[in-house]
């Protein structure tokens, strides 16, 4: 079993960003998206969140050993490039501590609004493959986000994406002259990150963490 996604019904027409922000539950109960004005809210198993939690933590482990200006946050909102009825949750995002001080509404609503306050962005991938490796590879490459990982545990994502036979793979994009290049690592592989360069992670460490 993987995170589940399910839509919820508004009662009149389509959510803007800022209602959004306002209806999101400030109990911490659920987690939600915004999609074209439809309020989405996500499921995650134990497995996924266990293969987040790990990412998460290489990631910070990263951060303070190469001592980058860096955290590591996961309850933060990002609005895409040119939209007022979409907002997502990344599974883990690196933020750039300098850079948030130019985002006009992380301190009251953690929300992104720039890309270059971001550096990494990790989605894990769930039976709705088809927002991580359309949608929002599309958004976030818009958004102008250095790396994107798309991490396919268990190798749900479309053949056109991870070959065929389908299996287990991480997919990090790149920003290379203004649109993503991908590098793909499976088994043994050693993943290669551009903001993490030392990092020795290999792709059977977190498929692992998913059995």
Sequence with gaps: MVQEITQIETESKLMTLDEFLDWYPEDGNGIFELH?????????????????????????????RLKLPYFVARQCVLRPTDSDNSGYRPDAIVLDEKALENEPLW???????????????????STN????????????????????????????????????????????????????MVNQFRGSDRIQSAIFPELNLTAEQIFKVGQ
């Design 36 to 64: 074209n004005g439809v309020i989405v809210e996500m499921q995650p198993t134990g497995t996924h969140e266990r293969v987040t939690s790990e990412l998460a933590a290489e990631s910070l482990i990263e951060i303070r």
């Design 107 to 125: 301190k009251k609503r953690s929300l992104i609004t720039k890309g270059e306050s971001t550096r990494l962005v990790i989605e894990v991938v």
């Design 129 to 180: 493959w088809q927002d991580d490796y359309l949608m929002k590879l599309g958004e976030y490459e818009k958004f102008g986000i250095p790396e994107y990982w798309i991490v396919d545990y268990l190798g749900l994502g479309g053949r056109r994406y991870i070959g065929n036979p389908k299996q287990p793979t991480i997919s990090v994009y790149q920003m290379v002259d203004g649109e993503y």
